[in-house]
């Protein structure tokens, strides 16, 4: 496949679309003392069920993008990116990129008894899924899997599994005689423990989970495994894009309001260069950054590109634009953007957590080299 950007006429949102930006946006401004990511970040704090409930029974917002068939709202990638997009800009702590990867990866199995019994309770909120594809060090879909598959039964261990501790199932990748596979077992199965991880990001929960002869159901035809998650992890990659701009543009307002008000030597510090200069450097980024993440969400929906270079370059692009919005953040709120009660370390966090979650920065620049770089000719 050409690399070459195809030429179309500019993307405009919808009105529905509009819309759906717009009730997420009020719900997540409406709840938001009672789900804060404060609240998450306490000891013993765990899911909210009842707000994962609303977002997917009462608005429908969880599986967007899964067809009408299995409990979904038959939307393309667009949708729930504009959602990821308002939830990372709250910091909701529930599970949204997580269930996009969950139900992706039951989608590309081609499972359609699995899609049955699965995808319509994770749609409407009243199941929770993750995916187990890390090895026993955290390795995001390694070759060969440290959990392994045997007469329906799983043993191993799988490191830094995102939203694993709240998960009522688990899709997990496995090695078999046929090569690494999927299965799916209730969470709370005997052989299965989660151990929660206390990681940097204390609003995406993160467990080490292991298995010691539980039962598990196969998903899809043996040895299809890891295809099935690339191809899922390609759209789960382009809405946790979504949610990183979403946090990075969320940054950038409250600390532009906050340069326009605090007072120094007599003068806002908005007024002073430096800091006009930081601003606008972030503002660039959050524009660039929507730009290359709805080409990767419409890329995904209507092709054109190579769906998996438009995802890797989303995540590099807002990635970096969340890294440097979080750290003008804490610079320009000065000593109080420093502290624990500031929600600025929180965004902090976020930024660099996600810069070593699903594979890491590291991997998604090589796959650009290779998907890109390396297929060009030398010239002469």
């Not at 709370?188 to 929660?196: F, M, S, V």
């Not at 609003?203 to 295809?227: E, I, K, L, M, N």
């Not at 990767?296 to 692009?317: F, I, M, N, Q, V």
Request: charged share 20%; hydrophobic share 45%.
């Amino acid at each position: 496949m050409s690399h070459d950007f195809v030429r179309r006429a500019p993307f405009v949102l919808g009105e529905e679309q509009r819309a759906l930006r717009r009730m997420i946006r009020d719900y997540a401004d409406r709840e938001g003392d009672a789900w804060g990511p404060r609240t998450a970040i306490e000891p013993g704090a765990g899911l909210d069920r009842d707000q994962w409930r609303r977002l997917g029974g009462e608005l429908g917002a969880v599986g967007l993008d899964v067809p009408e068939k299995w409990g979904g709202g038959g939307t393309g990638l667009v949708e729930p990116a504009l959602v990821a997009e308002e939830l990372g800009g709250a910091l909701v702590p529930l599970p949204y990129v997580a269930s996009v990867l969950a139900a992706w990866t039951l989608l590309a199995s081609g499972d359609e008894i699995a899609m049955a019994e699965h995808l319509p309770a994770l749609c409407a909120g009243t199941a929770v899924y993750a995916v187990a594809c890390t090895d026993a060090r955290g390795r995001w879909t390694p070759a060969r899997p440290s959990v392994r598959a045997e007469r329906g039964t799983l043993t191993g261990t799988a490191a830094h599994v995102v939203g694993a501790q709240d998960a009522d199932h688990l899709i997990v990748l496995a090695e078999t005689r046929d090569g690494p596979s999927l299965l799916i077992a209730d969470a709370d199965a005997p052989g299965i423990t989660r151990a929660p991880i206390t990681s940097l990001d204390l609003t995406r929960p993160q467990a080490t989970v292991s298995f010691d002869g539980a039962s598990a159901r196969p998903v899809g035809a043996p040895g299809r495994g890891a295809a099935a998650l690339s191809a899922a992890a390609d759209r789960a990659i382009v809405v946790l894009a979504a949610e990183a701009l979403g946090a990075a543009e969320r940054l950038l307002t409250e600390t532009v309001a906050y340069a326009g008000t605090r007072i120094q030597f007599g003068r806002a510090i908005g007024s002073y260069q430096a800091v006009k200069h930081q601003c606008a450097d972030v503002l660039v980024g959050v524009e660039q950054s929507r730009s290359v993440v709805y080409h990767a969400a419409w890329t995904a929906d209507l092709g054109g590109d190579d769906p998996a270079l438009t995802a890797s370059l989303a995540r590099l692009t807002t990635a970096k634009t969340l890294t440097d919005a979080a750290s003008a953040a804490v610079q320009i709120h000065g000593g109080i953007g420093f502290t624990w009660e500031h929600f600025a370390h929180l965004y902090f966090k976020r930024a660099h957590s996600d810069a070593v979650l699903w594979g890491g920065l590291a991997q998604h620049r090589e796959r650009v080299a290779e998907l890109l770089l390396d297929t060009l000719e030398p010239t002469t």
